[in-house]
């Protein structure tokens, strides 16, 4: 016999666990059907832990200023104790978030559910059948794992949150965020660590100069950048892993990992059975209220590829549940959204780059490069960067893009102005305040150069 539900959600991720409760809350009967651990990838295995691991790794950052400021440091790290603290940590937020479910009454169910019909839902383990008129997929995606001989070998993100040591040293394949934020919490433990891409510079889709800002440091930091290099097999040496990059070069690593990549979870669940169609691009193809081709079947977040960020996952889950379960329809606007690299030094941008920019008319570029306040005392060279671009002669803010210490913090706070549509004029109004590097932003005075029908004027 089968178990009648208003709403059912397959994935307990950032997307499912909002649109579950936002429903319950608006009085729907929902359960949601999660196959691993409650908070899905960013709370288990990514946003949360890997900014935990981002913050042990600046340590060594700090430590090595501290003598200009008249400490003596003696510091030794020990992995166990990171990971072990992290998992506590991870535990009580996923108890936090089923408590979060069960208070407005949403039904937790740990298995894997299967689609067997356009309304219907089996569970692999329990083998219970669920039905309801509305389902909600939030199901995420996966690390993806370029077909080399040996891969097996490699490990990627899911993995690197658990090793049972530090390797002496680590090859990671990629260029995206995932690899350059590993890579600076890899080197900043003491790891050797080199980054292998076959791009011509990490964080494609960011802005050159934040690229290249990114480039620099990482290889100041002691990371090797190997670029237009792909992997192209792994075999077990000893102790170590060897890597032939092609012609004849090989080397020994103590550890790969793969960040080249995530693939949306689409397959092994029932989506052709459940008539849900995907996109030319392996994700579920949904219209902007999240429906897919099923009217009764909606997704959020990862597995729709629209944005693969956790607000943006939660922000779908809210407006699905508003839609569908509020009586009021909510599409979400993906225009403007800002986006942070927990690397050292840290990067984050909101809005047009500036090459993006230039094909929007004549434009203005408003560019600072210094030492941060903290680095004056020190030995350290590395220079923070702050970009505006705007419309020409003091028109609408288009993009910022900010290179160095808490880039995210300030990025997420003009992300404000910027989304209500501030000129140039508006960031001058704002008083600065000192000493901050984000004064930076509202004292510009003349662009540091121009775009005059698409050609740079210096
Ligand atoms: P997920 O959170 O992936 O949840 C999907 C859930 O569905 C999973 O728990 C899965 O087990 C479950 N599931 C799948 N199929 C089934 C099934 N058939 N039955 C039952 N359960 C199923 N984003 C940021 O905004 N900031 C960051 O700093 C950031 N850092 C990241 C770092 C890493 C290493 C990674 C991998 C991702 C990071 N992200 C970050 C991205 C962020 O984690 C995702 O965008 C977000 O988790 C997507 O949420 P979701 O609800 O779509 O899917």
């Known amino acids: ?78 992995w166990p104790t990171l990971v072990a603290n992290k998992d506590k940590e991870i535990a009580r937020l996923e108890a936090a ?74 090859l990671i394949e990629g260029g995206g965020y995932v690899a350059v934020e590993f890579a600076t919490v890899f080197a900043g433990l003491g790891v050797d660590t080199t980054i292998v891409y076959r791009g011509d510079c990490v964080l494609r889709g960011f802005d050159a100069d934040l690229r290249q800002g990114v480039s620099v440091g990482l290889q100041e930091r002691g990371i090797r950048l190997i670029y237009e290099t792909n992997v192209r097999g792994l075999r077990k040496s000893g102790d170590d892993i060897v890597v032939s990059f092609g012609d004849e070069v090989d080397a020994p690593f103590g550890a790969v990992m793969f960040a080249t990549g995530r693939n949306a979870n689409v397959s092994g669940y029932g989506l052709d059975v459940a008539g849900v169609e995907l996109t030319s691009g392996g994700h579920i193809a949904v219209d902007e209220y999240s429906r897919t081709s099923n009217p009764s079947i909606y997704a ?118 910027i989304g209500m549509g501030a000129t140039k004029a508006d960031f001058d109004r704002a008083m600065a305040m000192h000493p901050t590097a984000g004064e930076e932003l509202v004292t510009f005075r003349a662009p540091t150069y121009t775009y005059r029908s698409g050609r740079k004027q210096i």
């Open 1 to 78: 016999m089968s178990e009648a539900f208003d709403l059912i959600v397959i994935g307990a991720g950032s997307g499912g666990v909002r649109a579950a409760r936002l429903a319950a809350t608006y009085g729907a009967r929902v359960a949601i059907v999660e196959e691993y651990r409650v908070g899905g990838t960013c709370v288990i295995r990514g946003c949360v832990p890997k900014k935990l691991f981002v913050y042990a790794s600046r340590f060594s950052d700090m430590f090595e200023s501290a003598g200009s400021f008249g400490w003596t440091v003696d510091a030794k790290f020990d």
């Open 300 to 417: 959020v977040g990862d597995v729709t590829g629209r944005s693969q960020l956790t607000p943006v996952a939660i922000r779908e889950g809210a407006a699905f549940a508003e839609t569908a379960f509020n009586n009021n329809p909510v599409a979400v606007d993906h225009s403007m959204i800002g986006t942070a690299v927990f690397s050292e030094p840290e990067v984050a941008s909101i809005g047009l780059t500036e090459a993006e920019a230039t094909t929007h008319g004549d434009i203005d570029v408003y560019l600072t490069r210094f030492r941060p306040m903290i680095n004056t005392l020190s030995t350290k060279s590395e220079r923070m960067m702050l970009k505006l671009v705007t419309l020409a002669n003091g028109g609408r803010v288009l993009g910022c893009h900010i290179l160095g210490p808490s880039a995210a913090e300030m990025i997420q706070l003009v992300a404000i102005p």
């Open 97 to 170: 978030y089923v408590a979060a479910l069960e208070k407005p009454g949403v039904g937790v169910i740990r298995d894997r559910a299967i689609l067997t019909g356009r309304n219907r839902v089996e569970l692999v383990k329990s083998g219970r059948v669920l039905e309801a008129k509305t389902i909600l997929l939030a199901t995420g995606g996966h690390p993806y794992i370029p077909d080399v001989p040996g891969k097996e070998l490699g490990i990627t993100s899911n993995e690197a949150f658990h090793l049972e040591k530090l390797p002496h040293s680590i």
